[in-house]
T-cell receptor, first 113, second 117 residues
Framework: EAQVTQNPRYLITVTGKKLTVTCSQN?????MSWYRQDPGLGLRQIYY???????DKGDVPEGYKVSRKEKRNFPLILESPSPNQTSLYFC????????????FGQGTRLTVV | AQKITQTQPGMFVQEKEAVTLDCTYD???????LFWYKQPSSGEMIFLIY??????QNATEGRYSLNFQKARKSANLVISASQLGDSAMYFC??????????????FGKGTKLSVKP
């Protein structure tokens, strides 16, 4: 089954404790991205990757890191989480054309206390 | 400036009636795609429908249709015969071929639809 898998689904952590949210896709998509969703703000892009070893900042990259060592994986790293990073996070993947839909992971609800 | 504007934060519709969710977009690209996603209360993002900038016919997928007016830069989602299960957040999104967004999917802020029995 074609899918994007994110883990964990829910996470509560403390300020400053490094964490990684994993994302994996099995569709051989070149393009992967991370979004955060906050009430009233829609989905805002954090980072994206157009292919292996190619990553770039989205609209809200501060406080986040990513890597793309393999085509299928695109982890999101919070080196020192802060309460303002409490949010719902989505990983998405797609082919790279403008007419290609994005497939989303199930979402990760992160709370930083 | 916002690239995708959804002007209706929330809407109500009676079950079995049709409803239109508005979306306007801003781009100088000739090649772009427009997408609608549904997000139920469980949180997942569900792809509903796609319209390409070169498509002359409005896209349809079951009870969903997209009212595409290119000159007005609008891509409204029409849901016919609303069902209780249509209650959800709906997001309009755009992907440009060459614009400054680097092919990223850009989202509007969403419309929360509530279907009344």
């Amino acid at each position: 089954e074609a899918q994007v898998t994110q883990n964990p689904r829910y996470l509560i952590t403390v300020t400053g404790k490094k964490l990684t949210v994993t994302c994996s896709q099995n569709m051989n998509h070149e393009y992967m991205s991370w979004y955060r969703q906050d009430p009233g703000l829609g989905l805002r892009q954090i980072y994206y990757s157009m292919n292996v070893e190619v990553t770039d900042k989205g609209d809200v990259p501060e406080g986040y890191k990513v890597s793309r060592k393999e085509k299928r994986n695109f982890p999101l790293i919070l080196e020192s989480p802060s309460p303002n990073q409490t949010s719902l996070y989505f990983c998405a993947s797609s082919l790279s054309g403008f007419n290609d839909e994005a497939f989303f992971g199930q979402g990760t609800r992160l709370t930083v206390v | 400036a916002q690239k995708i504007t959804q002007t209706q934060p929330g809407m109500f519709v009676q079950e079995k009636e049709a409803v239109t969710l508005d979306c306007t977009y801003d781009t100088s690209d000739q090649s772009y795609g427009l997408f609608w996603y549904k997000q139920p209360s469980s949180g997942e993002m569900i792809f509903l429908i796609y319209q390409g900038s070169y498509d002359e016919q409005n896209a349809t997928e079951g009870r969903y249709s997209l009212n595409f007016q290119k000159a007005r830069k609008s891509a409204n989602l029409v849901i016919s015969a609303s069902q209780l299960g249509d209650s959800a957040m709906y997001f309009c999104a755009m992907r440009e071929a060459y614009g400054g967004s680097q092919g990223n999917l850009i989202f509007g802020k969403g419309t929360k639809l509530s279907v009344k029995p």
